[in-house]
């Protein structure tokens, strides 16, 4: 059974989600802010979280981005707001899906089976549950915190890890410096440009044997860094 966890402030929105989900032999936890949905994500197995944007104490997009920071569950956002913006700043973040309040149950049930199936089925569930993240002959194991190129061992420090972890978490995305500054020192970015390039500097000579052609992490000049898929 799919363990599917439903973040919302409106409790009968969460409530009538779980309705239309249990008939389909999901099995439902609940949240009603992205708090408590980061709680239940340390103790229970998610597969899938269903999650509004709008909400008290953390909101959606920010809860996506500190689930990102550790998992690659699929997310779908919802929100009563419809702007194309609002989707592509969602997407963009992290998440798999958009829904528009009020959505169609039938609808809802089809993106969640679409969802499911591509985690659970295609593999990427597997290496969830093993907490290693991998590339190629680049390996992150996300409980330890080991870093193996080729099966080596890498000695990393703690903020080259965090980057290298966000990368490899969304490989084939581009991260300007500052998300990557935001993200991992959790601070607002100013003039961080030379930290971030120091830091990935400092992950290539690590990670790659010819630092000046690069197997693993790329930049794309005048957008950022992103870890190439293999």
Same mark, same amino acid.
């Given at each position: 059974?799919?363990?599917?966890?439903?973040?919302?402030?409106?409790?009968?929105?969460?409530?009538?989600?779980?309705?239309?989900?249990?008939?389909?032999?999901?099995?439902?936890?609940?949240?009603?802010?992205?708090?408590?949905?980061?709680?239940?994500?340390?103790?229970?197995?998610?597969?899938?979280?269903?999650?509004?944007?709008?909400?008290?104490?953390?909101?959606?997009?920010?809860?996506?981005?500190?689930?990102?920071?550790?998992?690659? $569950?699929?997310?779908?956002?919802?929100?009563?707001?419809? &702007? %194309?913006?609002? /989707?592509?700043? *969602? +997407?963009? @973040?992290?998440?798999?899906?958009?829904?528009?309040?009020?959505?169609?149950?039938?609808?809802?049930?089809?993106?969640?089976?679409?969802?499911?199936?591509?985690? $659970?089925?295609?593999?990427?569930?597997?290496?969830?549950? &093993? %907490?290693?993240? /991998?590339?190629? *002959? +680049?390996? @992150?194991?996300?409980?330890?915190?080991?870093?193996?190129?080729?099966?080596?061992?890498?000695?990393?420090?703690?903020?080259?890890?965090?980057?290298?972890?966000?990368?490899?978490?969304?490989?084939?995305?581009?991260?300007?410096? %500052?998300?990557?500054?935001?993200?991992?020192?959790?601070?607002?970015?100013?003039?961080?440009?030379?930290?971030?390039?120091?830091?990935?500097?400092?992950?290539?000579?690590?990670?790659?044997?010819?630092?000046?052609?690069?197997?693993?992490?790329?930049?794309?000049?005048?957008?950022?860094?992103?870890?190439?898929?293999?």
């Amino acid at each position: 059974m799919s363990n599917v966890l439903v973040v919302d402030d409106d409790r009968e929105i969460v409530d009538a989600i779980e309705i239309y989900l249990k008939n389909e032999g999901v099995n439902i936890f609940k949240a009603y802010d992205g708090l408590e949905a980061l709680d239940i994500l340390l103790s229970k197995d998610i597969h899938l979280i269903i999650m509004d944007i709008m909400m008290p104490k953390l909101d959606g997009l920010k809860a996506t981005i500190k689930i990102r920071e550790e998992k690659n $569950i699929p997310i779908i956002l919802i929100s009563a707001r419809s &702007e %194309d913006s609002d /989707k592509v700043i *969602g +997407l963009n @973040l992290g998440a798999d899906d958009y829904i528009t309040k009020p959505f169609n149950p039938l609808e809802l049930i089809a993106r969640v089976k679409s969802q499911l199936r591509r985690y $659970i089925t295609l593999g990427n569930y597997n290496n969830e549950t &093993e %907490d290693i993240l /991998k590339c190629g *002959g +680049l390996e @992150l194991n996300l409980q330890t915190k080991v870093v193996l190129v080729d099966g080596e061992d890498v000695k990393m420090t703690a903020k080259e890890i965090k980057i290298l972890q966000l990368l490899l978490s969304n490989q084939g995305r581009v991260f300007p410096t %500052d998300e990557i500054y935001e993200r991992v020192w959790d601070d607002p970015c100013f003039n961080a440009d030379n930290v971030i390039a120091v830091h990935i500097r400092r992950i290539r000579e690590k990670i790659e044997i010819n630092t000046k052609d690069p197997k693993y992490l790329k930049v794309v000049w005048g957008l950022g860094y992103k870890i190439e898929k293999q």
